[in-house]
C-alpha cells in the first residue's frame, strides 16, 4: 500500500481569501484518455475535507484536476453573471506523481484572469 496522497487548495488572489465552494474533480490520464476519480467541493479554508487521493488510493501515474472556477467568480461578483465565454471558466491542471510514498499538493491561486500552481507542501 502507498503512504502518499494528494490534497488541494484554492485561494482567491483577487479577494484575498480562501475560495469556497469550488467544484474540483481528479481524473486519472492513461493513453490519452481519462477516467473521472473523484470530485469534492473546497470548504470554508478552501480545501477538500479529505485527501481528494487518500494513500490507499495513491498511486504512481498522470492525473489531472479540474477546478470549476467559473462558477465561483460568478458567484461571487469577479466576473459578470451573465457572460457566457468567461477567460478562465474550468481550469485543468495535468501533473504526473512518481513517488507513490510522498504528499503531493497542488494548490490553485486564482482571480478572473490567471492562475498559478505548483507544488507545494
Known amino acids: ?8 487548495h484554492v485561494l482567491d488572489i483577487a479577494r484575498g481569501l480562501p475560495a469556497a465552494g469550488i467544484e474540483i ?3 486519472c490520464v492513461s ?7 473523484v470530485s469534492m467541493v473546497t470548504n470554508d479554508d478552501g ?13 504512481t501515474g ?3 484536476l479540474v477546478f470549476k472556477a467559473g462558477d465561483y467568480l460568478r458567484a461571487h461578483g469577479l ?10 471558466d474550468e481550469v485543468p491542471i495535468r501533473f504526473g506523481v512518481d ?5 503531493y499538493h497542488v494548490p490553485l491561486l ?12
Open 1 to 8: 500500500m502507498a503512504d502518499g496522497f494528494l490534497t488541494t
Open 25 to 27: 474533480t481528479l481524473y
Open 31 to 37: 493513453e490519452g484518455s481519462r477516467t473521472k476519480l
Open 47 to 59: 480545501r477538500t475535507d479529505s485527501p481528494i487521493l487518500p494513500n490507499d488510493k495513491f498511486q
Open 62 to 64: 498522470q492525473y489531472e
Open 79 to 88: 466576473v459578470d453573471k451573465n457572460a457566457e465565454n468567461l477567460f478562465l
Open 99 to 103: 513517488d507513490e510514498t510522498s504528499h
Open 110 to 121: 486564482i482571480s478572473p484572469y490567471s492562475f498559478s500552481t505548483y507544488r507545494g507542501s
